[in-house]
């Protein structure tokens, strides 16, 4: 998908939808909120950008006028936790993913499930918004014998705690497809999390397995070559002889 830029999308009158894709990575991979200006009345409303690899149209949560007045919004786009989407793209890609209708329906599911324990609880003003899956905000509560964080950024042996999570719920679930959204809705995945995902899949997983194989040996492709790109430039350049 292209990106467009802020000015792109004020010098353009006649565009009132408006995507966006959630970047947040890593540990800070998660929902992102900013507030705008209430529509005919004093006060904020609430825009939430779910943690998705599919783009979401903040045009249906707040018009362009309440948008382009958002001082969070803008500090949201500077941050590059979300990056504007070219809209004729976003709404392609919306129709031709594979995946693109099973994850709008779940993140539509999540958000009733919100908003249904928010009125069991007497919570009102739940925003009209989408919600991520709490699983992908959650790091995995699974005991792991011998298991210990190699690191501060979420991984267990290597492998990111939010993949452990997810494999172990596939395994319950069945559903493959909804679990390969979740792991593209995760952000930046190294090789070792691709290599567990395809090597601790069910059985019957021959979906989700298949794809994660492919994955990890792109992303190993990706690397050698990346490595290689380096290493070529670092090499030191060769006096020409007479």
Same mark, same amino acid.
């Given at each position: 998908?292209?990106?467009?830029?802020?000015?792109?999308?004020?010098?353009?009158?006649?565009?009132?939808?408006?995507?966006?894709?959630?970047? =947040? &990575?890593?540990?800070?991979?998660?929902?992102?909120?900013?507030?705008?200006?209430?529509?005919?009345?004093?006060?904020?409303?609430?825009?939430?950008?779910?943690?998705?690899?599919?783009?979401?149209?903040?045009?249906?949560?707040?018009?362009?006028?309440?948008?382009?007045?958002?001082?969070?919004?803008? &500090?949201?786009?500077?941050?590059?936790?979300?990056?504007?989407?070219?809209?004729?793209?976003?709404?392609?890609? $919306?129709?031709?993913?594979?995946?693109?209708?099973?994850?709008?329906?779940?993140?539509?599911?999540?958000?009733?499930?919100?908003?249904?324990?928010?009125?069991? =609880?007497?919570?009102?003003?739940?925003?009209?918004?989408?919600?991520?899956?709490?699983?992908?905000?959650?790091?995995?509560?699974?005991?792991?014998?011998?298991?210990?964080? =190699?690191?501060?950024?979420?991984?267990?042996?290597?492998? $990111?705690?939010?993949?452990?999570?997810?494999? !172990?719920?596939?395994?319950?679930?069945?559903?493959?497809?909804?679990?390969?959204?979740?792991?593209?809705?995760?952000?930046?995945?190294?090789?070792?999390?691709?290599?567990?995902?395809?090597?601790?899949?069910? !059985?019957?997983?021959? $979906?989700?397995?298949?794809?994660?194989?492919?994955?990890?040996?792109?992303?190993?492709?990706?690397?050698? !070559?990346?490595?290689? =790109?380096?290493?070529?430039?670092?090499?030191?350049?060769?006096?020409?002889?007479?």
């Amino acid at each position: 998908m292209r990106t467009i830029t802020l000015l792109d999308f004020e010098r353009d009158s006649t565009a009132m939808s408006l995507y966006c894709l959630n970047a =947040t &990575k890593e540990r800070k991979r998660g929902l992102v909120f900013f507030s705008v200006p209430r529509a005919g009345g004093s006060g904020l409303e609430t825009v939430t950008v779910a943690a998705t690899y599919i783009p979401v149209e903040l045009t249906a949560q707040a018009s362009r006028d309440q948008l382009l007045a958002s001082s969070d919004f803008r &500090k949201a786009l500077s941050k590059r936790d979300i990056v504007l989407v070219n809209s004729d793209d976003a709404i392609n890609f $919306l129709k031709t993913d594979p995946g693109a209708q099973i994850e709008l329906e779940r993140l539509q599911n999540s958000h009733e499930h919100m908003r249904n324990i928010m009125k069991a =609880t007497d919570i009102e003003d739940l925003p009209e918004t989408n919600i991520v899956d709490p699983a992908l905000q959650e790091t995995s509560n699974l005991a792991l014998d011998n298991a210990q964080l =190699t690191s501060d950024d979420g991984r267990i042996n290597g492998v $990111l705690a939010s993949v452990i999570h997810l494999v !172990e719920n596939l395994r319950e679930t069945r559903a493959d497809q909804e679990a390969i959204n979740s792991v593209r809705s995760l952000g930046e995945i190294s090789p070792s999390d691709y290599k567990y995902m395809y090597k601790n899949a069910p !059985e019957d997983a021959k $979906l989700f397995t298949s794809w994660a194989r492919q994955q990890y040996q792109n992303s190993v492709r990706s690397s050698e !070559e990346s490595r290689g =790109t380096q290493q070529s430039g670092n090499r030191p350049k060769q006096r020409d002889r007479k």
